[in-house]
């Protein structure tokens, strides 16, 4: 079973660019989360999706990201413009059914760096 | 609001010395916890929960965490370390009821074995 995947694995942009991280997760996982881990801090809750649908976005931090699920596949995640801080590593996880603790499975992270 | 605190940023240690490392969290309802760990170019891995029961849980490759509710505590344990431990080692919680899905992560605590 091929685990969550992340692409790319760096990014290194320029302020007022535009990036898009994508993340594929386990086949037949309804759930999808993002987190965001800003160089040391704590990796913090960006949103979820159940499916398609958003499930929890509380975590976003500005207009300025955007996330979307496809089919309830793979996700995106948009920075448009990215500012100096959004850099950081982005996780995605992916877990599933709908009990909110099974386990989440993470993948290896982008890791953006916005010059 | 939900926090979790690891108490110490790095931890070294020798080669088969035990290793204690230390995880406080907030959450004053029921609660799920975990810890999780990162080796260098990997996504987090499980190594083990608590969602209720028996307070001492055994997670993966020797690792074990005891729940203490009175004291709020969630510490991760090793009686002999290797060398292949490196890494990053994560507490996270997930509070019971309404936070579906979402989890809350202390700031990282490196474990570096030393030969």
């Known amino acids: 079973e091929a685990g969550v995947t992340q692409f790319p694995s760096h990014s290194v942009i320029e302020k007022g660019q535009t990036v898009t991280l994508r993340c594929d997760p386990i086949?037949?996982?309804?759930?999808l989360y993002w987190y965001r881990r800003v160089m040391g801090k704590e990796i913090k809750f960006l949103l979820h999706?159940?499916?398609?649908?958003?499930?929890?976005e509380s975590g976003m931090p500005n207009n300025r990201f955007l996330a979307e699920r496809t089919g309830g596949t793979y996700s995106t995640l948009k920075v448009q413009p990215a500012e100096l801080e959004d850099s950081g590593v982005y996780f995605c996880?992916?877990?599933?059914?709908?009990?909110?603790?099974?386990?989440?499975?993470f993948g290896p992270g982008t890791r953006l760096t916005v010059l | 609001a939900q926090s979790v605190t690891q108490l110490d940023s790095q931890v070294p240690v020798f080669e088969e010395a035990p290793v204690e490392l230390r995880c406080n969290y907030s959450?004053?309802?029921?609660?799920?916890l975990f810890w999780y760990v990162q080796y260098p170019n990997q996504g987090l891995q499980l190594l083990l929960k608590?969602?209720?029961?028996?307070?001492l849980v055994k997670g993966i490759n020797g690792f074990e965490a005891e729940f203490n509710k009175s004291q709020t505590s969630f510490h991760l344990r090793k009686p002999s370390v290797h060398i292949s431990d490196t890494a990053e080692y994560f507490c996270?919680?997930?509070?019971?009821?309404?936070?579906?899905?979402?989890?809350?992560f202390g700031q990282g605590t490196i474990l570096t074995v030393h030969p």
């Open positions: 608590y969602l209720s029961g028996s307070t």
């Open positions: 999706f159940v499916k398609e649908s958003k499930q929890d």
């Open positions: 996270a919680e997930k509070a019971g009821g309404t936070s579906y899905g979402k989890l809350t």
């Open positions: 086949s037949g996982h309804d759930n």
């Open positions: 959450s004053s309802v029921s609660v799920y």
């Open positions: 996880a992916s877990s599933r059914g709908t009990s909110g603790v099974n386990e989440q499975f």
